[in-house]
């Protein structure tokens, strides 16, 4: 279903009629995006500057991942530690400029007193209006600082929905003690176009990431369900774009278009109803004696109703579908200790399941009951070094959504900061990253792709 | 002392090098390179009945007989010389060099001719593929009227069916090369007054040079169509940095790589004759130096295109077990100033060493003393498969004159790749591995 204001936003002389005409329309921006796979340097011939106040800690982690990312550097505060890696990848390190910027980073991993947080206001205000369209900003802060990482979620909060109009996002990432290193993985990822419509989000790492690569998944195993259309497609195909063997399973009665997809990717399919008492034994002999490294739980079905009028029939359906075959196939992957130590398991949760959904009781409690199993999986799994994290999409453009009566639609697209629905491929590269090395240091945690809906953000 | 067998340089011959279109038009791939190896014959006075083997390097390969080696072989009736061609773009016949060094240290052969040459005039106009398609149904079996009819229909909309002017543009990216240089310039931080300088120092060297005779010693005349030819076409030992300062920037408005201060279209041709250790000595030839490490690299070239030797060099070094700073010359490459000294600047930088290399300290800085004693391309030109036998030679004949003991040798590449080789004085480094044994 085409976005009619998103379109118009497209053509430029339409725009300008309009606004010759004197009708005002709240016009989304049509948002950067990347195709393809990840790239070696997703940053190439970006500019952007970073803030690091007296006292930031992570100017040696972010002087090797930017310029290795390709971004060329405005340092704003001590520029010395930033030169020789830039100067070790052909990168400039200016102190000042007055052109565009595609990012800004403050490094706020100093800051800790509420006095100190005036820093946010001298890096950021300057800087905003040279950011560029679909510009990105990120935040770092430290965990172990609690005042200040508040401060900056509320900051990066409020600023994207400052940046939302030209397409802008802002998201913070809270670095625990020693996972320097690891910051880099999500700092590419929010700077690059691969997160085009994540914004207002929050990630916690932890030591153990690595920076970005391409084909960091070769010779890797996923397994996605609900393949054969829309964020399960996308999703396959992202992961397959990285090199991973992927096994799409889709309902039996999606059988061809699920074997259109795989055959395409050079992966496999299987017919599976994932609610099916013996869905794990049929897992296991599609899967031969592999072991998988990405699990992607995607298979999900509504069935809305106000729960006064719901038949416990579509009750359980919803449920079971999202949340009770997410358990069992983790639990039964666990169990035969098939899951590659290092792994990932990805479930699909929903801004439902955070926020609640009128006509959703069934859909957001299977939605919420995914997050609290993502949680306490990760407690459990963290010595594998396999990490759970639940992706909460929102507005995003599929047959599903399609089919949503128009007022409800519309409601659903406007509602957020850059104020247009997703694409499948903007969740798809999400949960591509949680799938990548440079997740690693991710676990336990839930990453919206949502625009930053205002729906219980 | 080792066992293994080793390549050493005998000796090298090459045609003067001149601009494309000028005095070498005329002539082709084949018959530059038949002139270098003709000239190489007889000022080593080596037996055509010794030589088993020519490899050849070159970029620009006719497509009617791509293995120019073999047809270089033929025309100088050296009917049973095997022969293959190799291409490594502008790395080619340092490729062919050490392509056969290796088939003399694994004791396949012990006489070989290797080098490489080049005619940017004789560059083969292209048709587009999409005429090329078209037309092949006329150009193959008896084609009726409707066939000329359907032909046309396939050409239409006539959009792209021009012949395409030949370029150097990279294939993945279709940046041109002049344009990756510039980029490097900015992102380096090379100045035009950099740039310049280095192009003057290239052209006095090459002069001075020519001056001494020592070009004289590599460069065979040539009897070109139009007369004679004795040296090299492009040497400019009056310009200065005032002058070259004047050029316009010939890739980017504002930018800062000139006609001066790159290596221009050539045509030439160079070649060398290798021998086993062994071989030389038995067929009474005092060798001018060893072939004693080579190695290849290749990064991004949507990145730094031509930044490959800062990879390349300290890998030849290392296998060489030497030091940027041991080695007694070093010989680059220059394609591009810009590109020298950026390459120049990686391999003195401590980060670049440990970001890029995972190596614990710069690579070396380059003394300017030793560096590119008698120019390189910029004032030479650069026939782009002859340059690496170019340099080869000019260091294999100066080590042997001044008998200093080692010489890096570096040379970028298109498709982001890089080459690198160490030449050393044979006695000097037989007594080395003595003395290390010894030590042993």
Not at chain 1, 96 to 105: I, K, M
Not at chain 1, 258 to 283: E, F, I, Q
Not at chain 1, 414 to 424: D, F, K, T, V
Not at chain 2, 302 to 319: H, K
Request: with cysteine.
């Amino acid at each position: 279903m085409s976005d009619l204001l998103l379109d118009l936003s497209r053509s430029r002389g339409l725009k300008k009629a309009l606004g010759a005409a004197g009708v005002s329309l709240p016009l989304p921006e049509p948002l950067r995006r990347q195709p393809g796979p990840i790239s070696s340097r997703p940053l190439e011939g970006r500019v952007v500057a970073v803030g690091v106040p007296g006292g930031a800690r992570l100017s040696a982690a972010l002087a090797e991942a930017l310029p290795a990312l390709g971004a060329s550097i405005e340092v704003d505060g001590d520029a010395a530690p930033f030169r020789g890696p830039a100067e070790a990848f052909g990168r400039g390190v200016s102190t000042s400029g007055a052109g565009p910027l595609d990012g800004l980073v403050l490094d706020a991993t100093g800051l800790a007193a509420p006095d100190e947080l005036l820093a946010l206001h001298t890096f950021f205000q300057p800087r905003l209006g040279r950011l560029s369209r679909s510009g990105k900003v990120v935040i770092i802060a430290r965990r172990s600082a609690p005042i200040a990482a508040r401060a900056v979620v509320g900051l990066a909060k409020s600023l994207g929905k400052e940046l939302g109009k030209s397409g802008g996002t802002a998201n913070v990432i809270l670095a625990e003690d020693g996972a320097d290193v690891s910051v880099a993985g999500p700092l590419g990822f929010f700077l690059s176009s691969k997160s085009a419509f994540v914004s207002g989000q929050v990630v916690t790492v932890r030591p153990g990431g690595a920076p970005s690569r391409p084909r960091s998944l070769d010779g890797k195993v996923a397994v996605v369900t609900g393949a054969a259309r829309g964020i399960g497609r996308d999703t396959v195909r992202a992961l397959a774009a990285e090199g991973a063997w992927v096994l799409c399973v889709d309902r039996p009665d999606d059988d061809a278009e699920t074997s259109r997809v795989a055959r395409a990717l050079g992966g496999a399919a299987l017919g599976l109803d994932v609610t099916d008492p013996a869905a794990g034994d049929k897992l296991r002999a599609a899967l031969g004696d592999r072991s998988i490294d990405v699990l992607v739980h995607n298979a999900g079905v509504t069935r809305d109703k106000t729960l006064a009028r719901m038949k416990p029939a579509d009750f359980s359906l919803a449920v079971d579908v999202s949340l009770g075959a997410v358990v069992r196939i983790t639990e039964r992957v666990l169990a035969e200790g098939r899951l590659s130590k290092g792994g990932r398991v990805i479930a699909l949760s929903s801004i439902a399941g955070l926020a609640g959904n009128l006509g959703q009781t069934n859909y957001a409690a299977a939605k919420a009951g995914v997050i609290g199993y993502v949680e306490s999986l990760a407690a459990r799994l963290a010595e594998q070094e396999i990490t759970v994290n639940a992706i909460a999409p929102g507005f995003i453009e599929t047959r599903m959504t399609a089919a949503v009566p128009l007022f409800i639609r519309e409601a659903g697209r406007r509602l957020s900061s850059l104020g247009q629905g997703g694409q499948p491929s903007d969740v798809a590269d999400a949960i591509t990253f949680l799938a990548t090395p440079a997740a690693a240091g991710i676990t336990g945690q839930v990453l919206r792709v949502c625009g930053q809906s205002f729906l219980g953000a | 002392m080792s066992n293994r067998r080793r390549c050493v340089v005998v000796g090298g011959a090459r045609t003067p090098f001149v601009k494309a279109f000028t005095s070498f038009t005329e002539l082709d791939s084949v018959a530059l390179g038949r002139l270098a190896v003709a000239g190489l014959l007889a000022r080593t006075g080596v037996a055509r009945g010794d030589i088993q083997s020519i490899v050849w390097g070159g970029v620009i390969l006719p497509s009617a007989s791509p293995n120019v080696g073999r047809e270089i072989a033929l025309d100088l009736s050296l009917i049973d010389v095997e022969a293959q061609t190799v291409t490594r773009a502008c790395a080619s016949s340092l490729s062919a060099i050490t392509t056969a060094a290796s088939a003399i240290e694994r004791g396949d052969c012990d006489v070989a001719i290797a080098g490489g040459s080049d005619s940017t005039s004789n560059a083969e106009i292209k048709l587009p593929q999409k005429v090329v398609h078209a037309m092949a149904p006329l150009a193959l079996g008896k084609p009726k009227p409707a066939d000329y009819l359907t032909a046309v229909g396939k050409l239409a909309p006539f959009s792209d069916v021009l012949p395409t002017r030949p370029r150097i543009a990279e294939r993945t990216t279709g940046e041109v090369m002049g344009e990756a240089a510039e980029r490097m310039a900015t992102r380096n931080e090379i100045t035009r007054e950099a740039q310049d300088a280095f192009a003057a120092r290239s052209h006095h060297r090459a002069a001075a040079a020519a001056e001494a005779g020592l070009l004289a010693d590599e460069i065979v005349p040539v009897e070109a169509p139009g007369g004679w030819v004795h040296q090299d076409g492009m040497i400019r030992g009056d310009t200065t940095v005032d002058k070259l300062a004047k050029l316009r920037p010939a890739f980017a408005k504002g930018g800062t790589i000139t006609a001066g201060n790159a290596s221009a279209l050539t045509d030439g041709a160079a070649a060398v004759l290798l021998m086993s250790e062994e071989r030389a000595k038995a067929l009474g030839f005092t060798p001018k130096a060893v072939v004693s490490s080579w190695a290849y690299a290749a990064v991004d070239p949507a990145d730094q295109l031509l930044i490959g030797p800062a990879m390349a060099v300290p890998r030849a070094l290392d296998r060489a077990g030497l030091s940027l700073e041991d080695a007694d010359l070093v010989d680059f490459h220059e394609a591009f100033a810009a590109q020298v000294l950026s390459v120049e600047k990686a391999l003195a930088s401590d980060a670049f060493a440990k970001l890029r290399l995972g190596r614990e300290r710069a690579v070396g800085r380059i003394d300017p003393a030793r560096f590119n004693v008698h120019g390189g391309s910029l004032a030479l030109g650069h026939p782009f498969g002859a340059t690496g036998a170019r340099l080869v030679t000019t260091m294999a004949n100066e080590l042997a004159r001044t008998g200093k003991r080692s010489a890096v040798l570096g040379i970028c590449a298109a498709g982001g790749l890089g080459a690198a080789a160490v030449l050393t004085r044979p006695l000097e480094i037989l007594d080395n591995l003595g003395a290390r044994q010894l030590a042993a």
